[in-house]
């Protein structure tokens, strides 16, 4: 178990803290594996700086998008899809 750090957008932000938004797709450059733990931080893109809000998420299924079972119309060759399930969640007062 390994603990990564991904910066996500506020509006992907909230949608992760309300339990709404469930899964992440990535860029596998990271060989995110299930059981590791996810730091997503908020990030701002207004300001381009870090919020101070984050959220602890443990991946709990992971298929590369190699493996996805439908066709797209695009390739996801090198990403992921990971099922996420929050476990703390951290808001700057």
Known sequence: MRKISLKTWPEYF???CMGTKTFEIRKNDRSFEVGD???VKEWNPSTE???????KCSITYIIDGDNIPINLGFELKN???MSIKVLEIYIQV
């Open 49 to 55: 700086r870090y919020t101070g809000n984050l959220v």
């Open 37 to 39: 733990i996810l730091i």
């Open 14 to 16: 909230k949608q992760i």
């Open 79 to 81: 990403a992921c899809v």
